[in-house]
C-alpha cells in the first residue's frame, strides 16, 4: 500500500490550501483515512479522517469549521480542504489508513490506529 500526499506548501495566515492523498495497492474495500499532523516538538495529532465504507466524518476541535475531508472513491483519493488558516495549522501533514468500514470516533485520532502512512506534506502559514 503506498500513500502519496500532495499539496502542501506556505499561505499567509487566512488563506486556504488543499492537500491529497492518493492511495494505491490497497486491495481492502473499505478503510479509514485519515489525516494527522505534527509540529516541531510536539505530539502527532489527528486532524480529520473520513470512513470510505459510510463516508462518516471527523474532525479536531481545532479545525471544525475550518478544514473539510472528502473523497473521490474513483480516483482513490482523500483530499483536505483548509481554509483560514492559521500559523497554529503550520506542521507537517501525514497522510494514513486502516481498513475498516468506519474510522470511530475513539479511534481516528490515535496515530496507532492506522497502518498505512505516507511521507508527509509541509504545511506552513505566516
Known amino acids: 500500500v503506498q500513500l502519496v500526499e500532495s499539496g502542501g506548501g506556505s499561505v499567509q495566515a487566512g488563506g486556504s490550501l488543499r492537500l491529497s492523498c492518493g492511495a494505491s495497492g490497497y486491495t481492502y474495500r473499505s478503510k479509514c483515512m485519515g489525516w494527522l499532523r505534527q509540529a516541531p516538538g510536539k505530539e502527532r495529532e489527528g486532524v480529520a479522517a473520513?470512513?470510505?465504507?459510510?463516508?462518516?466524518?471527523y474532525y479536531a476541535d481545532s479545525v471544525k469549521g475550518r478544514f473539510t475531508i472528502s473523497q473521490d472513491n474513483a480516483k482513490n483519493t482523500v483530499y483536505l480542504q483548509m481554509n483560514s488558516l492559521k500559523p497554529e495549522d503550520s506542521a507537517m501533514y501525514y497522510c494514513a489508513a486502516r481498513p475498516s468500514y468506519d474510522c470511530y470516533s475513539g479511534s481516528w485520532s490515535s496515530v496507532g490506529w492506522y497502518n498505512y502512512w505516507g511521507q508527509g506534506t509541509q504545511v506552513t502559514v505566516s
Open positions: 473520513i470512513g470510505t465504507g459510510g463516508g462518516s466524518t
